[in-house]
């Protein structure tokens, strides 16, 4: 994969962001509708715990996704190329850990992506969202951009009828201590380490240095690529080899 999709990719990826308007310019006129392949790099966090997770995240919300619509476009020809984001809109149903900041009744979540030919790809494990979905989002808010992201691509749960789903990786260590519980007992674990008197449970990781004095903003160093499991982006042409036409 090219350096500039590699480098425009991920809510909660280690680097330093193309410079961006972000308007529409150098956007893809055509765009998959879902990711064609996974994108793998280098997080500021690979989180092994429960605890771990709650105690970093600055913010936790629960929330349900009412729109996704593309996002800013990163990068440019001199750079290698562009790379557009997708804006998930969240309506925020309950704010469970604020880090002191004030959390609108919607927010607007960057998640990953289309290369410059619109080619899709996801993060990891984290796939697009889609409109209906709730859950729990273990976010944080770059401080340059304002722009709201999950603090790793493990920051994603969703409900799903009653059973908690997780975006980490079903290898990595995080996974079966969410994934399949009941939505009720995960709940209510949320809520445990939450509460202040049982502050001394949380485990807090250490923020990343900034590179140079300067913010670090969540992109992805070069990274393996490989296609999304069922090798299709629905677009009337399945299957459709990587990458597929504009």
Excluded: C
Aim: hydrophobic residues 35%.
């Amino acid at each position: 994969m090219r350096a500039a999709a590699v480098a425009a990719a991920a809510g909660a990826m280690a680097g330093i962001i193309a410079t961006s308007s972000g308007s529409a310019q150098g956007a893809p006129t055509h765009r998959d509708p879902r990711p064609e392949r996974i994108v793998h790099g280098r997080e500021d966090f690979d989180f092994t715990t429960v605890n771990a997770l709650v105690g970093t995240s600055p913010v936790i919300i629960r929330g349900t996704v009412q729109s996704v619509a593309p996002g800013r476009t990163v990068g440019s020809a001199e750079e290698g190329g562009t790379d557009q984001a997708r804006n998930v809109t969240l309506r925020v149903n309950a704010v469970m850990k604020s880090g002191g900041a004030t959390i609108p009744d919607t927010l607007t979540l960057e998640e990953w992506g289309w290369d410059g030919s619109g080619n899709g790809y996801q993060m990891e494990n984290l796939t697009w969202s889609q409109v209906g979905e709730t859950g729990y989002y273990f976010l944080k808010r770059d401080a340059i951009t304002l722009n709201w992201r999950y603090a790793s691509t493990q920051g994603r749960v969703l409900n799903k009828d009653g059973i908690v789903r997780s975006s980490a990786d079903p290898e990595g260590p995080l996974f079966p201590l969410i994934d399949g519980r009941t939505n009720t007992d995960f709940y209510a674990e949320l809520k445990r380490l939450l509460d202040p008197a049982n502050a001394n449970q949380l485990t807090v990781l250490p923020q990343p240095v900034p590179a140079n004095g300067e913010q670090q903003n969540d992109v992805p160093d070069s990274g393996p690529t490989e296609p999304v499991p069922d090798g299709s982006t629905n677009d009337g042409s399945e299957p459709t080899p990587y990458p597929s036409s504009t």
